[in-house]
């Protein structure tokens, strides 16, 4: 049977003994709607649990809560489909193992929330000298604890269980980059929880973050937003001694802007007559703040950024696709393929053509290194 994980939000009186209680009842009546439960994650400080379970379909997951609680989950979404494309153990885990009371531990034995702190590494290699790069990555991904989760668009994709390993692991490969030559990376950081109130994905909202940082933000560049940076320093002894000048944390409020930018982006970006005096209109600043703005989040004026996630998006399609060159410059809203190939030259210091050619040997690599 497919297997589904629910959010549900709960009361922030409650204890561990009422979900104990709570969750007995479940048992009762799982047979009645042929669902069998797993295990459940808790986490009282954000008042959400998140119950693992297998069952027929969705409406069942539902209904069986329903009869229990009086109202279903949340959401729910089916996880077991999700695999190969996201890796369920990966992301949450089966740390703790199966208890008498079935709330998910971790291997330390504390109540395990669900929650993950997410990193997403976007790499471009322009030298066929960084094929052993992905190999080195992967190596420092373990040593800090990481669980590496198959991506389909050849990004990597990280779950840590404490922020305090992701926050690490995302500084030491930051220095690792930082002293190779001839790459281009983007590196974001962001603890999310597992089912959002809305969509149906596992993570999908922080993975949507992650992505947005990744693309708007300036190259060469670790990104980190402000709860998992709280979460890192929670506990810690001595937070004045901790740098973040090579890190930029971004606040909801920036977030709210980046999503703003991206979405303008996304729509209007095969556009060659679109203009950045739209931007300002979107966020409703005026051109100076915008500049100052965008300047802020990004390191790049608004025109610059426009340019670069074109070229980055132009980028991803000479190494994952078959279009031809000209193709791809209309498509990314260039107005011809001369333009194009000399933005892309001045950018990257090699042309699109030699690029593609790189990229297919780099990969054949790659694949085989993490298929070792």
């Known amino acids: 049977m497919p297997l589904y994980m629910d959010l549900h939000h709960i009361d922030p009186n409650i204890t561990q003994e009422d979900l104990d ?40 997951v539902h209904s069986s809560h329903a009869e229990v609680h009086g109202v279903g989950p949340c959401n729910i979404i089916e996880v077991s489909s999700l695999t190969p494309t996201f890796s369920f153990n990966a992301m949450i885990g089966d740390e703790g193992g199966k208890n008498s009371w079935d709330v998910a531990l971790t291997k330390s034995g504390e109540i395990d929330t669900g929650f993950r ?128 000048s090579l890190i930029q944390v971004i606040s909801v409020v920036d977030f709210a802007i980046l999503e703003e930018l991206n979405e303008l982006l996304e729509n209007n970006l095969g556009n060659s007559s679109f203009r950045t005096e739209q931007i300002s209109d979107a966020l409703g600043l005026s051109k100076t703040q915008t500049y100052r703005k965008t300047k802020q989040l990004t390191g790049m004026s608004p025109s610059g950024l426009v340019l670069e996630v074109r070229l980055r998006k132009a980028l991803a399609d000479l190494r994952d696709t078959d279009r031809t060159i000209s193709q791809i410059a209309y498509d990314r809203g260039f107005n011809s393929p001369n333009y194009f190939t000399r933005a892309f030259k001045k950018r990257f210091q090699l042309l699109p053509t030699e690029f593609a050619h790189l990229s297919t040997s780099i990969d054949q690599s790659r694949s085989e290194i993490e298929t070792a």
């Open 117 to 244: 702190t997410l990193m997403l590494i976007t790499l471009f290699h322009f030298s066929s000298d960084n094929k052993s790069m992905t190999k080195e990555i992967f190596q420092i991904i373990e040593k800090h604890e990481g669980k590496v989760v198959s991506q389909p668009d050849k990004k990597i994709l990280v779950s840590f269980l404490h922020a305090q390993d992701g926050m690490y692991c995302l500084k030491s490969i930051k220095g690792y980059l930082d002293n190779t030559n001839n790459i281009e990376y983007n590196l974001a950081l962001i603890t999310g929880k597992p089912v959002d109130d809305a969509g149906s994905h596992l993570f999908e909202n922080t993975i949507d973050r992650l992505k947005i940082l990744c693309l708007l933000g300036q190259s060469k560049t670790a990104y980190l937003d402000s709860d998992t940076k709280s979460l890192f320093e929670k506990g810690l002894a001595n937070i004045e001694t901790l740098n973040y």
């Open 21 to 60: 209680k709570a969750h007995r009842k479940d048992l009762e009546v799982q047979d009645k709607y042929g669902v069998s439960h797993k295990k459940y994650y808790v986490n009282f400080e954000e008042k959400t649990v998140f119950c693992l379970m297998e069952g027929p379909n969705k409406r069942a």
